[in-house]
């Protein structure tokens, strides 16, 4: 039950387009198609952006796209804006009921 | 609205117990799975315990099995969370959220703090 591996900090200019990876391993992102991603403002609770990978929550943007290659998971957020600045998680499904989120990436737009 | 609302937070001493509340409002509460996800101060969120629709299988992180237990009244639309044998390690904020037909935590509430200290 190791956490997720993300970046600590990513970082891009109004406009730009950035990409937040998450490594697992075969045992939870490369064996299920059930990696999800939240958004976390300071002080506020998470707030579902992505799951099952790649299909977007609700009325979400489609500046958000989640995309997956092997035992990694990847969340682009493309055409940065200001309001885009929080902390990103990803969460992989890793057998027996069992869920296991990355260790987050803060986002700061330039 | 669909909403989920967090109690029971508060300062213990280790050693000590507490049961942490989540009443739900606005969907159909038996339907679905629910959660416990925490978040110690400056740190990333951790998955705590899982319960299915029923309550009849209940599913926990390793840092908690053996303290921890998660239970539901569906006829109340409250979820509960039984932490005995507190450490300081589990310092947090406490959130529920509910495990939606997108495999994924769809719905948070806006969670309640833990504070344990001598």
């Known amino acids: 039950q190791s956490a997720l591996t993300q970046p600590a900090s990513v970082s891009g200019s109004p406009g730009q387009s950035i990409t937040i990876s998450c490594a697992g391993t075969?045992?939870?992102?490369?064996?299920?198609?059930?990696v999800s991603w939240y958004q976390q403002h300071p002080g506020k609770a998470p707030k579902l952006l992505i799951y099952?990978?790649?299909k977007r929550h609700s009325d979400l943007s489609n500046r958000f796209s989640g995309s997956k290659s092997g035992n990694t998971a990847s969340l682009t957020i493309s055409g940065l804006q200001a309001e885009d600045e929080a902390d990103y998680y990803c969460?992989?499904?890793?057998?027996?009921?069992?869920?296991?989120f990355g260790t987050g990436t803060e986002v700061t737009v330039l | 609205e669909v909403q989920l609302v967090e109690s029971g937070g508060g300062l213990v001493q280790p050693g000590e117990s507490l049961r942490l509340s989540c009443e739900i409002s606005e969907f159909t509460f038996s339907l679905y799975w629910m959660t416990w996800v925490r978040q110690a101060p400056g740190k990333g969120l951790e998955w705590v315990a899982s319960?299915?629709?029923?309550?009849?299988?209940?599913f926990f992180v390793d840092a908690v099995k053996g303290r921890f237990t998660v239970s539901r009244d569906n006829a109340k639309n409250s979820l509960y969370l039984q932490m005995n044998s507190l450490k300081t390690e589990d310092t947090a904020v406490y959130y529920c959220a509910r495990f939606g037909v997108t495999n994924a935590l769809d719905v948070w509430g806006q969670g309640t703090t833990l504070t344990v200290s001598s």
């Open positions: 099952e990978g790649s």
């Open positions: 075969s045992s939870d992102v490369g064996a299920f198609n059930l």
């Open positions: 319960i299915n629709n029923d309550g009849s299988a209940k």
């Open positions: 969460c992989s499904y890793a057998g027996s009921q069992i869920y296991v």
